[in-house]
């Protein structure tokens, strides 16, 4: 079982910064890539941005050139930058992560390196007001 533990949500004005943090634990051979994706009542949880474990990232392109994410991989931790906040930036933020187990010896030796499934936060709330 992999638990993650999210942090650094909050209430914030227009223009300000807030910095989410996500710890992954529990049983697991390795994490993979990581996330955060952002929720608003009514809508789909959309990508907000992604890294690999060699710091290829991936971002909505709203948040480009404001909104920062990073990892420690020693710690299994993902990080959240968030500046020159917006009211659209308003929402749940979960976090993700693609946790890895150890294939068993015969998916082995067909080739599997692991097997992989995702992982979500519990969610934590940003409140942009204006």
């Known amino acids: 079982q992999v638990q993650l533990v999210e942090s650094g949500g909050g209430l914030v004005q227009t223009g300000g910064s807030l910095r989410l943090s996500c710890t992954a634990s529990?049983?697991?051979?390795?994490?993979?890539?990581m996330g955060w994706y952002r929720q608003v009542p009514g809508k789909e949880r959309e990508l907000v941005a992604t890294?690999?474990?060699?710091?290829?990232?991936e971002y909505q392109d709203s948040v480009k050139g404001r909104i920062t994410i990073s990892r420690d991989n020693g710690r299994d931790t993902v990080y959240l930058q968030m500046n020159s906040l917006e009211e659209q930036d308003t929402g749940v933020y979960y976090c993700?992560?693609?946790?890895?187990?150890?294939?068993?010896?015969?998916?082995?030796?067909?080739?599997?390196?692991?097997?992989?499934?995702?992982?979500w936060g519990q969610g934590t709330q940003v409140t942009v007001s204006p």
């Open positions: 529990g049983e697991f051979y390795r994490i993979n890539a």
């Open positions: 890294i690999g474990t060699d710091g290829d990232t």
């Open positions: 993700k992560a693609v946790a890895a187990d150890l294939p068993s010896l015969s998916q082995q030796e067909m080739g599997l390196r692991w097997n992989e499934y995702d992982v």
